[in-house]
Each structure stands twice: as structure tokens, then as C-alpha cells.
């Protein structure tokens, strides 16, 4: 099962967190091409595509993972796919409606002015393109096509990249050359994605009342939750604007882009952990798998924080320029955020096998609190500092919480110690980088000692389950 659950994550994980986190391969570019102004408005728009896909997804993407196994056949799997697939289509298009009717005073709302509406509506066109392509890898995971995953999601990363640095670099076409990018990319794919669906009978022209209100009564109580994830990660941006500039929020977008490294390891997971939760509850040792896989989980994430944050500088300087050296601290901070962020859904598996999928959106909703009113501490007094910190604050909240919500609605037995010991050498590590300047020999000392002593634990781990 975890030699399953390795293969699941390097196949459909890394294909799918690269496709997520396309915005850190070309932010080598973007920071040679655009202000930290600039960026901070191509962050702020992109963070309403976000807002958007949440809300028009509606979550079915959990919905058909949950049920897929217990249909009878493949013709149900059909009906059901087709109906979560067609519902997706029916919110695109009315959110698309919304959007051009609000386009100019949504850019006057952040920017001041109406002259980036063209961006909103460059968006609407991205959004059902972008559910789609989203929907049917999705989909892919379940009918056990990874060849033709890794193949759609090339399809989309390298167009993207691409028509990206065509529309920016040759073309200037400035910030709506990014979005320009990614429409090629999605429609591309999407139109691959749709035609070989319909042609193997993956999705087809169904729609069944009884179908859609079982998946709504599983996925509308996770929609709240991820609209809280969103804004946990992103809200701080409309925060920011209160008490920021436009370039302090381009030097936060940028430290948070790099530091989404984790967004890849939390991508790669993701995509593999729902369909092995499902199968690993058929067997009577699950609760030790999922134990196995916490310990492995922590032991990787917070010795890829160290590390990072070790070599901090050293890995800014690969993707900005030194106008955008004030995020360097930034970044470290979010290495914690993030990387502790990746273990929130290992952790947070109570309510999704109990079904109770209501607290997800609780314990959402609580952390969001602490991140909002943090920042309105924070950020006032501190400045741009305050929000990494705000982000962290609300991150550890909502971990303790899975991790408590998770024990008491389906007790899996999750080592502390372990956990305590790696998180306090990530905190010391992130600590000691704001503070200190060490030099580059020391601090491959420390990194060579902690490769070491994760090998280690890890050999010793492994002989003993």
C-alpha cells in the first residue's frame, strides 16, 4: 500500500502540484519583467480567479472520490461524473456573467481605477477552462489513468509556459500577457481533456437530480472549509491593502510564490491521499499505515524547511532580482507556514471517513479568525513581517485542531514526540536565518548533520514497522 501510495504521489502528485504551481517556474522571468507593483496587481487578480474556481467547483471533485468506489459499474460512475461534470459547467457560466457585469468597479474596488477590468474579464474566460482541465484530473486519478494525467498536464504546463513567455518577453504585452498565457494553456488542455472523454465514455450527456443532492449533502459542507483555506492563504492580500502598498504586496506574493515549494509536496499528496484513505479502509491495519505515512510525512517536510531556510538567499537569488530582497525573511517564515500546511491533510482525515465533513469548514473557519485578527495586530505594528506571522499563527492552529478533531472522531494514534522535535528545529532553523548571518560554511555543516540524522530516523523507522 505505500509503495502505492509513493508511486501515486510522484505520478499523479507531481504532475498535477507542477501544473498548480506553474507561477514559480516563470517567476524568474516575471521579476525581471515587472515591478513589485506590477506583480502585486497580478496577484491580486489571480487571487479572484481562485476565489472564483472554489466556488464554482463546488467541492465535486471530493464528492466523486468519495463515491466513485461504491458505485455498482462503470455505467454509474458515468452518470455520476457526467452530473458533478455538468453542474461544474451550469456555476461557471453564471459566475462568468457576474464577472463582466462587475469588472470595472471590481478594478476600481482594488486598484483604484478601471483600467485593469480587462484583466477580470481575460479570468472569466479562463474559469470554465480552468474547471475543466481541474475536474478531469481529477477524474483521471480515479479511473486509474496516469499515463494520460501526466500527458494532459504537459499539455497544460509547457503551453502555459510557452504562450507566457511569448505574450511577456517577446510580445510586451505586459500583465495581461500572463493571464493571456494561461488561457492558451487551460483551453488547450480542456479541449484534449473533453474530447477523449467523451470518446472513452468517461462523462457523457447525463444529469440526474437524485445524483447531484447526494454529492451536494458531501461536498457543500467542505465548500465553507476551502473558501477558508483560500482565504487563509489569501485574504491577507485585501489586508494588506489597508495598511500596505501595491509593492509590498508584489514582495509578499513573490517570497510566498518560492516558498510554495510546498504547495508542490502538498499538491503531490493531496492528489494521491484521497483514493489511498479510501482503499486503506478496507484493510484492518489502516490506522498503522496512516501512522506510517505521519511519521515519514513530518520527518521529510521539516527537514526540507531547514534545509531551504539554510540556503535562503542563496535560493532567492535563482528566482528575483535584489529589487525584491525585503521578502527574503518573508519567505523563510512562510518555509514553516507551508511546509506545516502540507501535514494539515494528513492529519485531517476524522471527518472525511466519518463523513462528518462539516468540522473541516469549523476548524477552517477558527483558523481563519486567528489569521485575520492577527493581522490587523500584526501588520500594523510590525509591517510586512506580520503577515508571514500572522500565517503561521493560523496554520498551527489549524493543524492542533485536525489533530485533536481527527483523535476524537476516529482515534488513529498520531505520534507527538516525534512531531514536537521536528517543528521545534524547523522554528530554530527559520530563527536563526531572520537573526543571524551565518556564514556559508556553517551552514552546510548543519545541513549535511541534518540529512544525516533524518537518514537515520528514517532507517531506524523503517526496520521497526
Known amino acids: 500500500m505505500l509503495k502505492g501510495l509513493v508511486k501515486d504521489v510522484v505520478i499523479y502528485g507531481v504532475a498535477g502540484g507542477l501544473s498548480k504551481s506553474l507561477m514559480i517556474l516563470l517567476l524568474p522571468i516575471y521579476t525581471r519583467f515587472f515591478t513589485p507593483e506590477e506583480y502585486g496587481i497580478v496577484d491580486l487578480v489571480t487571487t479572484v480567479l481562485m476565489f472564483l474556481t472554489i466556488m464554482s467547483m463546488l467541492q465535486m471533485e471530493a464528492a466523486i472520490g468519495r463515491y466513485f468506489y461504491e458505485a455498482k459499474d462503470e455505467k454509474e460512475n458515468q452518470r455520476n461524473l457526467s452530473t458533478a461534470f455538468w453542474t461544474i459547467m451550469a456555476c461557471s457560466i453564471v459566475l462568468i456573467v457576474l464577472l463582466y457585469i462587475i469588472a470595472k468597479p471590481l478594478s476600481a474596488l482594488l486598484f483604484d481605477s478601471d483600467q485593469y477590468s480587462a484583466l477580470f474579464l481575460v479570468i472569466a474566460a479562463i474559469l470554465p477552462l480552468s474547471n475543466v482541465y481541474g475536474f478531469l484530473t481529477a477524474v483521471m486519478r480515479y479511473v486509474k489513468k496516469p499515463m494520460l494525467y501526466g500527458l494532459f498536464s504537459l499539455i497544460q504546463i509547457s503551453l502555459t509556459l510557452g504562450t507566457s513567455i511569448l505574450y511577456v ?82 514582495l509578499y506574493t513573490v517570497a510566498f510564490r518560492i516558498a510554495s ?168 532553523a527559520v530563527t536563526m536565518s531572520v537573526y543571524a548571518d551565518v556564514e556559508l560554511m556553517y551552514r552546510a555543516m548543519i545541513a549535511v548533520f541534518v540529512i544525516g540524522i533524518t537518514a537515520y530516523l528514517a532507517s531506524q523507522y523503517f526496520k521497526n514497522t
Open 169 to 250: 518577453v517577446y510580445m510586451k504585452m505586459g500583465i495581461i500577457g500572463v493571464f493571456y498565457g494561461q488561457l492558451t494553456g487551460f483551453g488547450a488542455a480542456a479541449l484534449v481533456m473533453l474530447l477523449y472523454s467523451f470518446r472513452s465514455k468517461i462523462i457523457g450527456l447525463y444529469w440526474e437530480q437524485a445524483v447531484i443532492i447526494r454529492y451536494l449533502k458531501f461536498s457543500l459542507p467542505l465548500l465553507p472549509g476551502m473558501v477558508g483555506s483560500w482565504a487563509n492563504n489569501y485574504v491577507n492580500r485585501f489586508v494588506m491593502l489597508s495598511y500596505l502598498t501595491l509593492a509590498e504586496i508584489g
Open 261 to 428: 515549494i510546498f504547495r508542490l509536496l502538498e499538491d503531490a499528496v493531496k492528489m494521491a491521499w484521497g483514493p489511498f484513505i479510501y482503499e486503506s479502509l478496507q484493510k484492518e491495519n489502516h490506522r498503522e499505515l496512516f501512522k506510517t505515512v505521519f511519521n515519514y510525512a513530518v520527518m521529510l517536510v521539516f527537514s526540507l524547511v531547514i534545509l531551504l531556510t539554510l540556503f535562503a538567499d542563496e535560493i532567492f537569488s535563482i528566482f528575483a532580482t535584489s529589487a525584491y530582497d525585503n521578502a527574503i525573511d518573508v519567505m523563510v517564515i512562510l518555509f514553516l507556514s507551508l511546509g506545516l500546511n502540507a501535514l494539515v491533510q494528513i492529519v485531517l482525515i476524522g471527518p472525511v471517513i466519518t463523513k462528518k465533513t462539516h468540522y473541516n469548514s469549523i476548524l477552517q473557519l477558527a483558523s481563519l479568525i486567528v489569521n485575520v485578527t492577527s493581522l490587523f495586530i500584526l501588520v500594523p505594528e510590525y509591517g510586512l513581517i506580520g503577515v508571514p506571522l500572522s500565517f503561521l499563527g493560523s496554520t498551527l492552529t489549524l493543524f492542533l485542531l485536525a489533530w485533536i478533531n481527527t483523535e476524537k472522531l476516529y482515534y488513529i494514534g498520531y505520534p507527538k514526540l516525534l512531531f514536537i522535535l521536528a517543528f521545534l528545529g524547523a522554528a530554530a
